[in-house]
């Protein structure tokens, strides 16, 4: 009997030991992960600090909270949550808390100390940019979905403006809560600025393309690319648009006089004063040699021979050349012809002009030749800026 308490007493004992053992094991295991928590955190802060990579840890946990709470009072759709309450932008955007950052966010920043920073960071380059950027992120807090990159202008410590991509990343273990979220932020100020140089240069290459090398003017290649379109555009708004074929007179006798050189000279000058009478989105083209075309959107037949009479007073009367020590007087010829009066199309719309112009020609020069409904071109405008009206009565009188 009392060798069977014994045993039982032994065994008592043994299972004690046991559970000691067990629970030195545990408490070993624990104190063993929880160095390899301590080694893997401290090795994720010495990455964290040491990378040359902006990067910012912050804690979004009481804005997750928050929304959950929306979510069960009925809020499904947080975009259309946050456009019917403006106010909870903000509100939403200051429950995200930050953790840490490292020296090459101070970088990015260009501030010089942590302190700096106490304010809050980053620095959006505008109130419109801050909420820009809180209706994208607070929806994707929402659904935990935060890893799209996104761009975002940030301005520094010292006022500069920069272009940032970003990158967001949940950092294991942190999943339900998003207690820690790890922010990347690459400076591609740089890259944008080379992207818009080279848009510009297109553009500027597009833009000379279409540009005449000697005056400036838009050339023909512009001329039937954009007429097409302005046509096309006034059959489906069923508005109007004239254009005005101008030629100087007796040019030829001013280049044998002057010289080549004044020439070219003579007709910059002359397209400086078109330009100064042509206004967007109406404008001008040097069509060849010392002619030229204005093409005037939404201006009736009548309009755009006023205009024309404008210019014709505006050439008589100036002096050209008189940098380079002459004073040349010139006068010039005018056709005018609108849609749809006068034609329904480019090809036929250049046509009634430049007939227009030729009638002009054939009757004494100097004057602006208004196109007769769609054929007749009848009515001139005569030196003293008058009209004599031959046919077509009904388009101008006198």
């Known amino acids: 009997m009392n060798n069977r308490i014994k045993t039982k007493k032994q065994l008592l004992a043994e299972v004690d030991a046991l559970r000691g053992r067990v629970r030195d094991l545990e408490a070993g295991c624990a104190r063993a992960e929880e160095k390899t928590v301590r080694k893997s955190e401290e090795k994720y802060r010495m990455l964290f600090r040491s990378t040359p990579v902006a990067l910012i840890e912050r804690d979004a946990s009481e804005l997750k909270i928050y929304l959950d709470r929306l979510r069960e009072s009925g809020v499904a759709d947080f975009n259309a949550y946050l456009r019917d309450n403006p106010l909870e932008a903000a509100h939403c955007m200051s429950m ?30 505008s109130s419109e940019e801050f909420h820009r950027l809180a209706l994208e992120i607070i929806p994707m ?203 329904t199309d480019l090809t036929g719309l250049l046509a009634s002009a430049d007939r227009a112009l030729f009638s002009v020609k054939e009757k004494g020069k100097g004057a602006v030749g208004l196109a007769g409904r769609l054929t007749s071109y009848e009515t001139i405008f005569n030196r003293s800026g008058l009209v004599r009206s031959i046919t077509n009565a009904n388009v101008i009188t006198s």
């Open 96 to 125: 995200i808390k930050t953790v840490e950052f490292n020296d090459a966010f101070l970088k990015l920043l260009e501030v010089d100390t942590r302190d700096e920073l106490e304010n809050g960071f980053p620095f959006i380059g």
């Open 141 to 343: 807090i929402a659904e935990r979905n935060i890893s799209r990159e996104r761009e975002v202008s940030i301005l520094t410590g010292r006022g500069n403006k920069r272009s940032v991509l970003t990158k967001s990343l949940i950092v294991s273990g942190n999943e339900d809560t998003l207690a820690r979220i790890v922010i990347s932020m690459v400076d591609i100020t740089q890259r944008k600025e080379a992207e818009e140089s080279l848009r510009v240069s297109e553009q500027r290459f597009r833009e000379q393309a279409m540009r005449d090398n000697l005056t400036g003017l838009y050339n023909r290649r512009y001329l039937y690319k954009s007429l097409s379109g302005l046509i096309e555009t006034g059959k489906a708004t069923q508005s109007c648009l004239s254009l005005i074929f101008m030629d100087l007179d007796n040019f030829k006798k001013v280049v044998d006089t002057y010289g080549h050189l004044n020439g070219s000279r003579a007709i910059q000058e002359v397209a400086r004063t078109i330009q100064e009478i042509v206004e967007e989105p109406a404008y001008a083209v040097a069509y060849a040699g010392d002619e030229f075309v204005i093409v005037l959107p939404k201006f009736n037949q009548f309009q755009a021979a006023e205009k024309a009479s404008d210019l014709q007073s505006r050439i008589k009367s100036a002096l050209y050349l008189q940098d380079y020590g002459f004073e040349v007087k010139l006068q010039a010829s005018y056709g005018v012809a609108a849609f749809p009066d006068h034609a």
